[in-house]
């Protein structure tokens, strides 16, 4: 009885230290986020001169301020731009990775595995490598400060990472559900769209989350391709509020950084079901 009893309270001492060592990793993680918020109703004076988390007063003028931002552009064209961006860039992804994986997956063709080995060496290539290449063909076509540097290459495939991770998902599917399909008069088409896409909605929705994501922050392609304000996504127009300002209002790039982030926070959330599942099901083969 006492070595039951001994055995149950090692174990519920050793459950506690895990959701100890849980709620600190935890708060560690996340009081980043939290400190961007609070601050957002912050004065300067105050962000630097106080250690709390929390305002002394709680004030929404850095939010109403900070979205008219500098000069003739309010952070409502800079969303737009983000929109028009992002939405159009992911869907491109999204058929493009479920096209290739597809093809990839269930067709032989020649070449196949020096096409596959192809582009599974460009995910070991690093971005900065290809900035130059990329930088002088849209340059010659004439794509700079314009969207098609972004839209172009995700309608066209290539984001081998989402590929990689849709054809994973592609071979855990047992060739029978494809025979049963031809059986009952379905093309190649057809059983792409009937059977493999319904089950591949949490892939794809994965796909759809992490694209987002990093379009949404992507800063660096944004400075190279985009040169226009007008065409500025909210990733250049929040360093476009330190460069206009001489007096940074920290208060404000904290609120506009803070609005900038609730649509990938919201899309996260709302899909984190699909996402998990996504993750899961891409991990299984067999």
């Known amino acids: 009885m006492n070595k039951k009893l001994i055995g149950v309270s090692k174990r519920a001492v050793t459950s506690i230290i895990k959701y100890v060592f849980l709620i600190i990793l935890g708060f560690v993680l996340v009081y980043p986020f939290f400190f961007m918020v609070f601050a957002s109703f912050k004065s300067n004076e105050e962000l630097f001169g106080s250690a709390s988390i929390f305002p002394a007063q709680y004030s929404f003028e850095p939010f109403i301020e900070g979205w008219q931002a500098a000069g003739q ?119 792409l769209y009937r059977v493999h896409v319904p089950l591949l909605k949490p892939s794809i929705i994965s796909v759809v989350i992490f694209q987002t994501i990093w379009t949404w922050n992507n800063f660096f392609d944004s400075l190279i391709y985009i040169n226009s304000i007008r065409k500025f996504p909210l990733s250049l127009a929040l360093k476009l509020s330190l460069d206009t300002q001489a007096d940074v209002s920290w208060g404000q790039i904290m609120a506009m950084a803070t609005l900038s982030m609730i649509p990938c926070v919201i899309l996260f959330f709302a899909m984190q079901k699909y996402f998990v599942e996504g993750v899961v099901s891409t991990g299984i083969k067999g």
């Open 73 to 191: 552009f309010t952070f409502t064209t800079f969303y737009a731009n983000t929109f028009v961006l992002v939405i159009p860039t992911v869907i491109g992804t999204v058929i493009s990775s479920v096209l290739v994986g597809y093809g990839f997956a269930r067709f032989r063709f020649p070449f196949k595995k020096i096409l596959f080995t192809l582009m599974i060496a460009t995910l070991m290539l690093p971005n900065a490598i290809l900035v130059i290449p990329r930088y002088i063909i849209f340059r010659e076509i004439g794509w700079l400060d314009t969207y098609f540097t972004f839209y172009i290459p995700a309608l066209l495939g290539c984001s081998s990472f989402f590929t990689y991770m849709l054809l994973q998902f592609f071979r855990s599917v047992p060739m029978e559900f494809d025979e049963a399909a031809f059986i009952d008069g379905c093309n190649s088409f057809q059983l």
